[in-house]
């Protein structure tokens, strides 16, 4: 009886130990978790396929460094360029589309910049910079600190040259720079789904919107296994397939705040393919 017992605890050990193995690690961003999608998304997933995921909220710059580090399984990030470096690399699988939103410049409704309502965001940018207007800066390598660097470029505007005036960087995620820009009626770039879900907005206002340039596209890839061995691939390729699939599309698509859809759905047809193809 004793050996019976021995033998099902044994047993049990095993079983126990096989049901944690059906975790994975993703490395993404700080928009998808302070805007609320993960909290939602996630427990939808793990009870549909039984697989537990554990979020490793950061920049997309230390996201894909995660990756190439094989230190995650999936990276589901926002910085289209430095995707598809990750990609030549070799250091993903495929790549694939999940969704969009788009990116907006906040500020104080006093506006002393004279921005609100320009469609035209590297004029805006210019307007900020003629006025020294303070503008807080995420700093941290992140999708959304490249692509306002990107545009800054763009404007023609030395942001290195006004570091510590009125420019300013703050190395931290979206949600303190949110709070930051609040505190200190700034400007900044937000994606519009943390500010969607962000209560602490004080005085602060969209005031541009709806340049394409603003545009802003999520991807998902499998962290390579022949990189990296521990990488658990059957797993964080069901987490990808998931996401793409019509059911996890529609999941997306049903997270709303305040009556307003966050992220929108745009994997159609990517299950074939590398993703790119549109």
């Known amino acids: 009886m004793r050996i019976v017992v021995i ?29 609320g999608l993960f909290g939602y998304l996630l427990p939808q997933f793990s009870k549909a396929q039984g697989i537990n995921v554990k979020v ?53 409704k006093s506006d002393p910049a004279h921005i609100g309502g320009d469609k035209d965001v590297v004029d805006a940018l210019r307007k900020i910079a003629a006025a020294k207007a303070p503008f807080i800066s995420r700093g941290d390598h ?53 500010w969607l879900s962000f209560k602490n907005r004080g005085d602060l206002a969209i005031l541009t919107e709806g340049d394409k340039r603003l545009f802003n596209q999520y991807g998902v890839m499998l962290v390579n296994p022949a990189k990296h061995p521990n990488v658990r691939a059957r797993d964080g390729q069901a987490f990808i397939d998931w996401l793409i699939s019509p059911k996890g599309q529609e999941t997306i698509a049903g997270y709303q705040v305040g009556g307003e859809r966050l992220f929108f759905p745009n994997a159609s047809h990517q299950q074939e393919g590398d993703g790119r193809d549109r």
Do not use: C
Request: hydrophobic content about 40%; aromatic content about 8%; charged content about 20%.
């Open 7 to 35: 033998i099902f605890a044994v047993l049990g050990w095993f079983g126990a130990a096989e049901a944690q193995e059906r975790a994975i690690t993703v490395a993404s961003t700080t928009s998808t978790e302070q805007s």
């Open 56 to 108: 490793v909220a950061v920049g997309t710059g230390q996201a894909l460094d995660m990756g190439r580090r094989g230190d995650a399984d999936v990276v589901f990030v926002h910085d289209r360029p430095a995707e598809d470096k990750f990609m030549a690399d070799g250091q993903g699988v495929k790549r694939f589309d999940v969704m969009y939103n788009d990116f907006v410049i906040v500020g104080p």
């Open 142 to 194: 992140s999708g959304t600190h490249e692509a306002e660097l990107r545009l800054w470029k763009e404007a023609g505007i030395d942001v290195g040259a006004a570091k510590g005036g009125w420019y300013r960087e703050i190395g931290q995620g979206m949600g303190s720079a949110l709070n930051m820009a609040s505190s200190s009626n700034a400007y900044l770039l937000s994606d519009r789904g943390t």
